[in-house]
């Protein structure tokens, strides 16, 4: 298992159990030491990252990870949670990376996510080995 | 005589009481109609001075033609019969100028009841009649005027709304001539259920009461078809305020309703291809979900469990892949299908340039089918860029690809111009289409051959035709099976 220094989380957010589930394989699959954890929609996502890290056993809130977001969910959507992310202190998260994992092809909503400073990138489901590699690579430090 | 001086000051005064009077010319005229005197207002009115005139007989004042017809005898006659006569009209100055006379001629009798001569009394009413004239003729052109309007229908109507004139405008939008129609009621113009709803009634009710009562509606011509009409009802006041009828003026707006009406039609029916587009792209995106699932399952299933599988199982998985795999490209090519031409701009497009970079992507395929491909000279246009290089990468992929077995692909290109109009040509030499499937290839998912012998999905003529169609053009192929195909399009430039 490899630890890699700025990725203390790994938050998947999606409704779909499916896509979790294949989710966390790949990351189990790539032998990375982290807390992976899902969220079904915005609302659980935000209570993660501030409900005082209850959740990640650490006993402070979590400021170093990568977090996956899906656009379309049920409740608070992504574009949503972003909104609600940007209010969030800076000392927490500027160490977190936030991509669209989406299965969406639109170029609207590519565009739409471009242009949100807190979206470092867009990445089309499904989520591979290759794909968290690189994420990896580009986005933790 | 002897005449005391009471008396003497008296008939003096009688004299120039008839003499002074300037307002009217006061003549005493003989049996035969000679004039024996002649006060100022007959030198006013006349232009003679009593020297001039006395002694001569009254018909000097009258026209030539008056003379003619013997009018002043008759109106002498008149009043010796009667006792009196009057008569209006024109009358000669002496410097030749016209005035408007209105004459009384009074016989004077002595005491056995012989007539002795006349009084006449002129008045001169030019002013007045010159004012009625011009009335006259301002109400007259006034009629031609409203009666010569064609755009409108102009009506009077009394009070019951019986129809009192008619114009051409009227006849051009109701179809009536002013006899069909004049004294019957404008109810006519009303198609039954306005006549149920009491509608003419309840508009000369407002009219009446508020002075002017207006509508738009659909109103009825003397062959039965309807017109889109608006209509201003005004009511008329007498000098007491009573109202005494009504005018009525109407506009045919059929045209104008009609272009409302396609224009609300194309607005409903672009909220309904937009709220299609979303339902093909939401759609589309979620079927893709569940598929990609089942996709990745299928990988999972085979890495952790694929050597616990015989063959038929492994045979089995295969296929499962094999359809996701193709029913995800299905829902590709349906969201493309979706989302050709969306927020897409027009440019300017050398086709040339796009049919080198065509042959381009196709090197590989062009080298080992040992393809020639023959390019005429070809325009520069307006388009949607995007959409139009997938256009001709359809039709010469199409052209390679429905190649006749063992013989090289000979693909010519060609266009020409009219009018701003372009017509395409991708002529090949491949396998051809069948005539009765001629239209049929255009409609999405439609494919003539297995997917054994020609792989494809049956959306790329779909996409072309949308394409063509969004370049307001058609598109449409001759074809013989075994002699090749001609795909033919054209592109309106001038409408884009």
Redesign the interface.
Known sequence: MRKINGLDFILLVDD?E??NY?NQ?VIRKANILTNVHVAHDGKEALDYLTNGGRNNGTGSVPHAGLIFLDI?MPGMNGWEFLEAYKQLPDEQTRRIKILMLT????PDEEKRAVNIPEVKGFIH??LTEEKLEKAINVYVF | MNMTPDLDIKKLRLERMVEEVEDYAILLLDAEGNIENWNKGAERIKGYKASEIIGKNFRTFYMPEDQASGLPQRLLELARQNGKASHEGWRVKKNGEKFWGNILLTAIHDDDGSIIGFTKVTRDLTEKKLTEENLRRSEERYHKMISEIQDYAILLMDLEGKVENWNKGAERIKGYKASEIVGKNFRTFYPQEDLDAKKPERLLERAKREGRAQDEGWRVRKDGSRFWSSVTITALHADDGKVIGFSKVTRDLTELKKAEATLLHMQRLEVRNDELEQIT?ITS?DL???L??IS??ID?FIEDHGTNLNAEGTEALRFIKEATGRMSQLI?GL?DYGRLGRNAQVSEIDVNEIVKDVCADFSTLIKETGAEIEVGPLPVIKGYATEFRLLLQNLIGNAIKFRTPDEKPHIRISAEETDGQYKFCVKDNGIGIEPQYLDRIFLIFQRLHNRQHFAGNGIGLAHCKRIVELHHGKIWAVSEPGKGSTFYFTINTNSL
Do not use: M, V
């Open positions: 779909d499916a896509t294949l394989r379309n299965t969406s092809n639109n489901k499904p | 792209y995106h893709q979900e569940p990609r699932n990745s399952f999972i590709n969201l």
